[in-house]
C-alpha cells in the first residue's frame, strides 16, 4: 500500500524557517519525482517544487525562489522542503505528491494533474 506522510509543520513568525519531510513507502521512491503543493483556505492547489529522481533537477514556483529548497534522501524515502525567511502568505496544508517522472518532468512539475500519489498534507502557519 502507498504511504506519502507529511511532517513538519507548525506555527512559525514571520522570517523564520521550517523543514517539511515527506517519508515514502509501498513503491520505488527511486523510480518517482517527488513534488511538494499548498493549498490555503478558498484558494487552488498550486505546486512550489518538484525535485526529479536521479539527476536530482530541481523545480520552484517563483515565489518561493531563493526561500525553499527541496532534496530527497532515496536512502530513507524522504524529500524535504527546507522554508526559510516565510512569510504570512506561505501558510497553507503542504501536501507531497509522487508522479512517474516521465509524465511530471515532460509536462508541468508543478501542476497537481500528473501526480498518482499524495500524502495528508501539514499545516503551516505564518504569523506576521
Known amino acids: 500500500e502507498v504511504h506519502l506522510v507529511e511532517s513538519g509543520g507548525g506555527l512559525v513568525q514571520a522570517g523564520g524557517s521550517l523543514r517539511l519531510s515527506c517519508a515514502a513507502s509501498?513503491?520505488?521512491?527511486?523510480?518517482?519525482?517527488i513534488g511538494w503543493f499548498r493549498q490555503a483556505p478558498g484558494k487552488e492547489r498550486e505546486g512550489i517544487s518538484c525535485i526529479s529522481t536521479s539527476d536530482g533537477s530541481t523545480y520552484y514556483r517563483d515565489s518561493v525562489k531563493g526561500r525553499f529548497t527541496i532534496s530527497r534522501d532515496n536512502a530513507v524515502n524522504t524529500v524535504y522542503l527546507q522554508m526559510n525567511s516565510l512569510k504570512p502568505e506561505d501558510t497553507a496544508v503542504y501536501y507531497c505528491?509522487?508522479?512517474?517522472?516521465?509524465?511530471?518532468?515532460?509536462?508541468?512539475?508543478?501542476?497537481?494533474?500528473?501526480?498518482?500519489?499524495w500524502g495528508q498534507g501539514t499545516q503551516v502557519t505564518v504569523s506576521s
Open positions: 505528491a509522487a508522479g512517474d517522472p516521465t509524465v511530471v518532468l515532460t509536462t508541468t512539475p508543478l501542476h497537481p494533474v500528473p501526480y498518482d500519489y
Open positions: 509501498g513503491f520505488r521512491f527511486d523510480d518517482y519525482a
